[in-house]
């Protein structure tokens, strides 16, 4: 029985038309209980929704702790090992923003609205293809960290330029460029990310060079692992699309 409860809570595959419809149930679960955080105040159809998916969450949360054996396969050990597993974690706290509306003696787990963000990771339980994307950037970390490395080191030496170039009161606003560091590193961020937001302008010709390197020097640390990851994600999803044609055909 538990091993067929397992079948159905795990993503569901082939033939199988029960796992199928429980992960509809909780596709279009967990896309509800977001929808109240689209809006400011709180209706009493917004607490119905919490109220009806938080239910669907906890009862998921249970199934899940109860065929643990079966994920974790360490027998006993299992159910006391889930708990602290990474989807156990994010399924909980998850659940502890809703309980607050399902009996006062749940208020002592008010939590903030932002935790209820987290309900979006569980999307990624039931995509294959997000799946992918995350065995992708584990097969890549070393040259996607190797990037990271050089765009923060970048970041904060361009950010130590311009803090040190740029005058302490700007001639055009009266008001310094960068009134401390933190400013410079969040110029020198959105500059490599994007093209700057207006909000922050050098002055000085040796502030305004550093930003046009800055905004190349950009292209290329955005380019270069998206072409990293693009080449590697076309290769998992032929890996994958041969595995799904062997398992049919077997």
Do not use: C
């Not at 199988?16 to 596709?27: A, E, K």
């Not at 006391?80 to 990474?86: A, I, R």
């Not at 970041?155 to 310094?176: K, W």
């Not at 590193?185 to 046009?212: E, H, N």
């Amino acid at each position: 029985m538990r091993k067929r409860v397992y079948s159905i809570i795990e993503q569901g595959h082939g033939g199988d038309t029960i796992s199928i419809v429980y992960d509809v149930l909780m596709l279009v679960a967990i896309t509800a209980s977001i929808i109240p955080l689209m809006f400011v105040e709180e209706t009493t159809t917004f607490r119905s929704i919490e109220q009806i998916t938080v239910s669907f969450f906890i009862l998921d949360y249970i199934l899940r702790w109860a065929t643990a054996d079966y994920r974790i396969g360490k027998r006993g050990w299992s159910f006391v090992l889930y708990p602290f597993t990474g989807w156990a974690i994010i399924d909980l706290l998850s659940i502890l923003p809703g309980l607050q509306l399902m009996g006062k003696g749940f208020k002592i787990f008010r939590v903030t609205r932002l935790l209820r963000i987290l309900r979006l990771f569980k999307f990624i339980r039931y995509s294959d293809k997000i799946k992918v994307l995350g065995k992708v950037v584990r097969k890549e970390k070393g040259v996607l960290l190797t990037v990271l490395g050089i765009a923060i080191f970048y970041v904060f030496l361009t950010a130590l330029i311009m803090f040190n170039a740029e005058p302490h009161i700007n001639p055009l606003t009266g008001n310094a460029t960068f009134e401390n560091f933190f400013d410079a590193l969040y110029w020198a961020t959105v500059t490599l990310t994007t093209v700057g937001y207006g909000d922050m302008i050098p002055v000085t010709d040796i502030g305004r060079f550093v930003s046009m390197l800055s905004s190349l020097f950009g292209v290329a640390v955005i380019a270069l692992p998206s072409g990293v990851i693009t080449a590697s994600y076309l290769d998992e999803l032929r890996s994958l699309k041969n595995e799904n044609k062997a398992h049919i055909n077997s």
